[in-house]
């Protein structure tokens, strides 16, 4: 991922130990590069119907994954 890291404790999730701000700063910088890619697809628009359909049901799948990940976690 080539980021640059340091040692802190994040105020808003109630992971105090210093082994969970590096996993919570990763799941941050993927949250916000995910709401990034959803405001750029959004503006754009379908050439086709039916890639629009076959494009939802792969962000569903997707969005299905994160979530069983980010479960095992919290």
Same mark, same amino acid.
């Given at each position: ?5 340091? @040692? %802190?404790?994040? +105020?808003?999730? %109630?992971?105090?130990? *210093? @082994?969970?701000? #590096?996993? #919570? %700063? !990763? @799941?941050?910088? /993927? ?5 990034? !890619? ?7 628009? *379908?050439?086709? /119907? ?10 569903? #799948?997707?969005? +299905?994954?994160?979530? +069983? &990940?980010?479960?095992? &976690?919290?």
């Amino acid at each position: 991922m080539d980021k640059s890291c340091r @040692i %802190g404790t994040p +105020s808003y999730v %109630g992971a105090a130990n *210093p @082994i969970y701000t #590096t996993a #919570t %700063g !990763i @799941i941050k910088e /993927l949250s916000l590069n995910m709401k990034v !890619i959803e405001n750029v697809e959004e503006n754009v628009e *379908p050439k086709n /119907l039916n890639n629009k359909k076959s494009s939802k049901s792969v962000k569903e #799948t997707f969005s +299905s994954k994160i979530k +069983s &990940f980010l479960s095992d &976690f919290f």
